[in-house]
């Protein structure tokens, strides 16, 4: 080990958080350890990443996590996901590539300089965003595209060894944030906390598409309900969990 370490200082550097980041997969500690993580490798003022299925059909916030600003990293999510997912120019470029080699991860980094003036202004002006450093990962299980974001702010650019750190641990990343997700899906995420908490099914189902980024117009569309009773069921969610906003919600999940 010591010998992998002397040519590879960032293996060294990684294995104690990364270790926390295993232990904690499907659990709610698991992103504060992720974020911790990923701080050993580069300075990331915002992460997002979302989840496709049927080529682009309903796509889904996963993480939506501004570290300056919370709330606004829900705001963007939610606008990203009323079909401005579109206009992400990486984001086919790289789901072209996992189509070509599914077996590994493809990432690049993106300037905001390059971007479409409407695009940049709402993603990259307002939130105070310079460059985002993107993935696209295949899981192999499901079938998926999963599409993860690190933005860096205005204030200074990824530095080189940044990048190279984020490109040469891609294949970790997408592994471990994959293989969260499955464990979310299987029984230990969001709506089954949310039922332990006392809501109601359709209560826990509501709030768990709120964590994901989804607005009252978006999750009312998605399930085919007056947006007047998603306001409602919302409505008695926080007050059983004691919350009054939607940062207050996902505190509890992702803090």
């Known amino acids: 080990m010591s010998d992998v370490s002397s040519h590879n200082p960032l293996l060294s550097t990684l294995s104690i958080p990364l270790a926390a980041c295993i232990e904690a997969i499907g659990y709610e500690r698991f992103y504060p350890r992720f974020f911790a993580l990923i701080g050993k490798i ?5 992460y997002m ?6 080529k682009w059909e309903s796509p889904r916030c996963r993480l939506a996590h501004n570290v300056h600003r919370p709330e606004l990293g ?9 079909g401005n997912y579109l206009n992400d120019p990486l984001l086919e470029r790289l789901a072209n ?3 070509e080699h599914p077996a590994q991860p493809a990432c690049e980094l993106l300037l905001s300089k390059t971007l479409p003036p ?15 450093f993107a993935i696209a990962a295949n899981d192999e299980e499901s079938g998926r ?5 690190f933005y860096r702010s205005a204030e200074r650019e990824f530095a080189t060894e940044e990048i190279e750190g984020l490109e040469q641990c891609s294949a970790l990343i ?4 994959l293989r969260h997700f499955r464990e979310e899906r299987q029984g230990r995420g969001v709506q089954k906390h949310l039922l332990a908490a006392g809501l109601s099914e359709r209560e826990a189902q509501i709030c768990e598409l709120i964590v994901a980024g989804h607005t009252t117009k978006t999750i009312a569309r998605k399930l085919n309900l007056a947006e007047s009773s998603i306001i409602t069921y919302r409505k008695r969610a926080y007050q059983k969990l004691g919350v009054h906003r939607k940062p207050d919600l996902l505190e509890i999940f992702q803090g």
Do not use: G, H, M, W
Request: glycine fraction near 0%.
């Open 42 to 46: 580069a300075r990331i003022d915002q």
């Open 49 to 54: 990443v979302f989840e496709f299925c049927d």
């Open 74 to 82: 829900l705001q963007l999510a939610s606008l990203y996901l009323e």
């Open 97 to 99: 590539e996992i189509t």
């Open 118 to 132: 409407v695009y940049r202004r709402r993603f990259f002006n307002v939130p105070d965003i310079k460059e985002k």
């Open 145 to 149: 595209l999963f599409y993860i974001n």
């Open 174 to 177: 997408s592994a471990l944030l």
